[in-house]
């Protein structure tokens, strides 16, 4: 009975318990709850800056006619579709490589692919920025090789700048999600995969059959960190674009948006919430789909 | 429930919060400035604060230089957040967005009406920053377009001086092509990112995004299509080196890449930055469309001093304001000499500088041809949405290069205003 108390509903009334979580409650609330409801309460006003009044649903039926929301939800979902697969599939084979113990430095090899991700985020674009300008080290390069003929407008031209924005996250995460993958590679017995090889199953059909079902788990995990890290993408966008979100809007994201309705634009903070809040929409959705799409069906 | 066993635990909890709350005073008699561009602005109010200084010692200066996307981004993030503390005394903001700061953050500019005589500045600059029936800021510089060019590389060319003057946009290309094939070099830099190019021209003929009223003025505005038809015409013939964003514009003309810069006289100090160059730059009227209303004069930017109401050093930088800016003639001499600034005091103009030749230019008088041209700029309303409208611009840049017709173009940045301006 009194082990029973205590863990159960005795709990409620334990005061040190309370104030041992008070201050990170306080904080949540100030920081977290707060916020929240604010900004929801925020997407039902329009008006300049802080000049707000109600408005019903005006920003919602506003983001049905905005040329330029539609174009940043698209580049968003492009990013998305584009480069997480990409960036998924990189990851899971370079874990794979760099799992095998015969490989000769491979403590190397990780800390290089891992480093990225621990790099600046400006440091990083800025550097991007210059590598990738017109008579930058990569079209030198290129055209070194023989590979193209002119340079690639990489930041001038809106396909290409897209390409970039694509090519500059992936270096930086890839290194990220592949640790977890390694770890958890770690993980599995080793016994599964010599019993595999007595049998005579090839290296391939070993990485999709055994490896690929086995880190399930993990590669739920990382998609949907990887989801929502896309669908908020913003400081590489700001920093190879100068803040536009340039060419054409070709690379403008919804949080890039934001911004710009925020800090750039005349200032309406009503409306730049609804963009935020169609992004806590369209993660939440992802994440669902994703679970569900992984959920255990051998039941 | 014995209080005596919670009360350590609530006073470490007080203490721990006490010692978070912990401030330190600010400095006393000390004016925070933001600013951007170290060759014109930064330097310009250094001169101003040396100058104040002299007077009243008691006085310093901490001139912060950033970026001016960033330092319009900056101010816009600490008035929204509502902390003075985040902001400086006086900051520098393009005449664009004077309005939309002043309209949309309401009591956050202290009026300077009571103390500056705003009779002696340029009644358009006032205008600008006057909002219902109060006039905030210190009106500072113009920006009256000019096309700077490379004597050298056009002597080569086979082009003299009197040959830039007075041109039309399409003369100005027929030139450009010849500058290529006789030296290599491309007529001019330009930044697909960036409408200000489209701002000059449209300018030029009298027109903006927006009509007297304010209302969008994009698809009727045939000084926006003849800019925009200017510009594929600029892209088509090839005369141009592309630059991403603004630091690698300024490079196309500093490395000696271009022959040509057409933008606001501010950029003077930029240019005059390469000592090397001395001698090999003159200064032209800006080409002129062909159609109604066309001039050779236009204006790019601009900017003023705003003093924020929540400074704890307002006297003291409204003082310092009306002393220099309003009153100091002299001041005015030695930033047009040595930085190239048009400022908008008229009194200023009386002055000797404005006379005076100068070397860099090979001994062209260009300042009083940048004052008579300032008196040509057709006036426009910017209205408050000019960051929305040149976003709209650029996105649809490239499409115009890629042949999409003018009049499809301008439906489409249409669009996007119609969209953005609510």
Known sequence: MALARRGGIGRYYNVNGWLFVAPALGLIALFMIYPIVWSLWMSFQSGRGMMLKFAGFANIVRLWNDPVFIKALTNTLTYFVVQVPIMILLALILASLLNNPKLVGRGFFRTAIFLPCVTSLVAYSVLFKGMFALDGIVNSTLEAIGLIASPIPWLTHPFWAKTLVIIAITWRWTGYNMIFYLAAMQNIDKSIYEVARIDGVPAWARFTHITIPLLKPVILFTTIISTIGTIQLFDEVYNLTEGKGGPSNATLTLSLYIYNLTFRFMPNFGYAATVSYVIVVLVALLACLQFFAARERDR | MDMRTYLPRFAAIALAGASLLAVTAAEAKEITIWCWDPNFN?????????????????????????????????????????????????????????????????????????????????????????????????????????????????????????????????????????????????????????????????????????????????????????????????????????????????????????????????????????????????????????????????????????????????????????????????????????????????????????????????????????????????????????????????????????????????????????????
């Not at chain 2, 830099?189 to 007297?212: C, E, H, N």
């Open chain 2, 42 to 422: 930064v330097a310009i109010m250094k001169e101003a604060g040396a100058r104040y200084t002299k007077t009243h010692p008691d006085v310093t200066f901490n001139i912060v230089d950033f970026a001016k996307a960033d330092v319009e981004q900056k101010l816009q993030t600490g008035l929204s957040s509502g902390t003075a503390d985040a902001l400086p005394d006086i900051v520098l903001i393009e005449d664009y967005g004077a309005q939309k700061y002043l309209q949309s953050f309401p009591g956050a500019f202290a009026p300077l009406s009571g103390t500056v005589d705003y009779s002696g500045f340029a009644p358009y600059k006032v205008e600008l920053m006057t909002l219902d029936g109060q006039v905030y800021g210190m009106p500072f510089d113009s920006g009256v377009t000019g096309l700077y060019y490379r004597k050298d590389y056009l002597e080569q060319a086979g082009f003299k001086p009197e040959d830039m003057q007075g041109i039309t946009w399409d003369r100005f290309i027929e030139i450009g092509k010849q500058v290529e094939a006789k030296t290599g070099k491309k007529m001019m830099g330009l930044d697909p990112t960036d409408a200000g190019l489209v701002r000059i021209i449209m300018q030029s003929a009298g027109q903006w995004y927006f009509d007297k009223e304010g209302k969008a003025n994009i698809t009727g505005n045939a000084a926006l299509k003849a800019s925009l038809e200017t510009i594929n015409k600029i892209m088509a013939a090839n005369i141009y080196k592309p630059a991403a964003g603004w630091s690698d514009w300024v490079g196309t003309f500093t490395s000696g890449d271009v022959a040509t810069v057409i933008t606001g006289v501010w950029i003077t100090g930029t240019v005059k930055a390469q000592p090397d160059q001395s001698g090999k730059w003159g200064v032209a009227p800006i080409p002129a469309l062909s159609i109604d209303g066309a001039t050779h004069a236009s204006n790019l930017g601009g900017s003023s001093w705003y003093v924020l109401e929540g400074s704890a050093e307002k006297a003291e930088a409204i003082d310092f304001l009306n002393e220099v800016y309003a009153k100091d003639v002299d001041f005015y001499q030695t930033i047009l000499t040595d930085r190239g600034a048009v400022g908008s005091l008229l009194a200023a103009r009386g002055g000797a500088a404005y006379g005076e030749a100068d070397a860099f230019f090979g001994g062209e008088k260009v300042w009083q041809n940048f004052s008579d041209w300032l008196a040509k700029v057709p006036s426009v309303n910017y209205g408050v949405f000019t960051n929305e409208a040149d976003t709209a611009v650029t996105a649809q840049l490239p499409a115009l290069q890629q042949g999409t017709p003018v009049d499809d173009i301008l439906k489409a940045i249409d669009a996007e205003v119609s969209a953005q301006v609510q």
